[in-house]
Structure formats: structure tokens, C-alpha cells
T-cell receptor
Framework: GQQLNQSPQSMFIQEGEDVSMNCTSS?????WLWYKQDPGEGPVLLIA?????ELTSNGRLTAQFGITRKDSFLNISASIPSDVGIYFC?????????FGAGTRLTVKP | GAVVSQHPSWVICKSGTSVKIECRSL??????MFWYRQFPKQSLMLMAT?????????EQGVEKDKFLINHASLTLSTLTVTSAHPEDSSFYIC??????????FGPGTRLTVL
């Protein structure tokens, strides 16, 4: 089946630094989604990408749908303490949606 | 819009008892809802896809007789963990599909089986 590899697994950064994380797939996806999960809560959709090459921003967040349709990245600029959480990528193939293992972000004030 | 609620938010039960978790779409109708399980520090694992008015589709390795899913209306799906055991302790999250393939998640239910 389709596999999603998300990296890095965890990041420890200083407040104000930029963050980058990515997901790669062994096969093509039609849609890429990025979610954030705060401790003890359900994931919240951050950005949805529908076309290869698409670059979308949501405040300090920017995500891109890779040209090959096998990868996507999420950037967070000027991180703040409330950015702490787990970020998941999700890819939709023809019949299902799969989640990456998550990137756990810690921001030191 | 697109708010999904879950009840209860946490539950502690004795081994051998059954627990029901509700998932509701508050401001939209969801023909499809999903149930996930998440163990500590791990990703979301899809358990089953629930379609209104029909039987749920379970992922490989998920026991349908243990995890009973009912999607009786367009705004409510329930997951019942039958004869719960400590290894069933987990964070259970539902989501609802609004349109296309976007999913909106509930806040999760933490189940602890003693």
C-alpha cells in the first residue's frame, strides 16, 4: 500500500526560528493535507493542497504540493511557543487517505 | 463551521465492560465518518470507515465484533468497545468528511481500561 514517510520525527527549536518538515510517498497522491494536533486533542486541519506544484500559505505557515505528487513540505516561519504540538501530513490516493507518523515540535521561549 | 464533537472526552472502565463513544457533526451532515486510534507518541491509525445507513468498513486487523460502529444518522456515529481490556486503552478520535476528502476531527476520547 501507499506509505508516507514524514521527517523529522521531532524538532527542538528556539522561539523565532523557522521550521521545515516534509513528507514523501512511494506513490502518487492526489491531495496533501497538513494537520496540527495539540496534546490531548484531535488534529486540526492547517492547509490542504490539491494540485501538483501548488504553494499555499496560512499565516506563518506555508505548504507545497510537490511537482512529482510524491512529496509535500510544511514551513513555519518565526515560530512561537504556541506552535508546539504534533504536525501530521496526510495524503489522499485513489481510494484512501494515509497519515504520516508526525513531527513533534518543541519551541523553547 | 465543520465542528465535530465527541463524548465522553475521557472514560475509565473496568476490564470486561463495554464503553460507547459518540461522534457528532454539529453544523453539517456527514455521510462518512472515520474512527481512529492513537497510542502515545504514535500516529493516527484508521480503524474503520462509517457510512450512514450501512455497515462500517473495517481496516485489516481491526475486530469488527469488538469495535462495534453504528452510523444511524447523518450527524451521529458511535463506537462501542465491547469487553474492554487494558490493551484497548488508547486515544480514540473520530472525523467527519464534509466534501471532497477533507476530514475534520473531533477532540478525541481517552479510554483507560483498568
Amino acid at each position: 500500500g501507499q506509505q508516507l514517510n514524514q521527517s523529522p520525527q521531532s524538532m527542538f527549536i528556539q522561539e523565532g526560528e523557522d521550521v521545515s518538515m516534509n513528507c514523501t510517498s512511494s506513490s502518487i497522491f492526489n491531495t496533501w493535507l497538513w494537520y496540527k494536533q495539540d496534546p490531548g486533542e484531535g488534529p486540526v486541519l492547517l492547509i490542504a493542497l490539491y494540485k501538483a506544484g501548488e504553494l499555499t500559505s496560512n499565516g506563518r505557515l506555508t505548504a507545497q504540493f510537490g511537482i512529482t505528487r510524491k512529496d509535500s513540505f510544511l514551513n513555519i516561519s518565526a515560530s512561537i511557543p504556541s506552535d508546539v504540538g504534533i504536525y501530521f501530513c496526510a495524503g489522499r490516493g485513489n481510494n484512501d487517505m494515509r497519515f504520516g507518523a508526525g513531527t513533534r515540535l518543541t519551541v523553547k521561549p | 463551521g465543520a465542528v465535530v464533537s465527541q463524548h465522553p472526552s475521557w472514560v475509565i472502565c473496568k476490564s470486561g465492560t463495554s464503553v460507547k463513544i459518540e461522534c457528532r457533526s454539529l453544523d453539517f451532515q456527514a455521510t462518512t465518518m472515520f474512527w481512529y486510534r492513537q497510542f502515545p507518541k504514535q500516529s493516527l491509525m484508521l480503524m474503520a470507515t462509517s457510512n450512514e445507513g450501512s455497515k462500517a468498513t473495517y481496516e485489516q486487523g481491526v475486530e469488527k465484533d469488538k469495535f462495534l460502529i453504528n452510523h444511524a444518522s447523518l450527524t451521529l456515529s458511535t463506537l462501542t468497545v465491547t469487553s474492554a481490556h487494558p490493551e484497548d486503552s488508547s486515544f480514540y478520535i473520530c472525523s467527519a468528511r464534509v466534501s471532497g476528502w477533507e476530514q475534520f476531527f473531533g477532540p478525541g476520547t481517552r479510554l483507560t481500561v483498568l
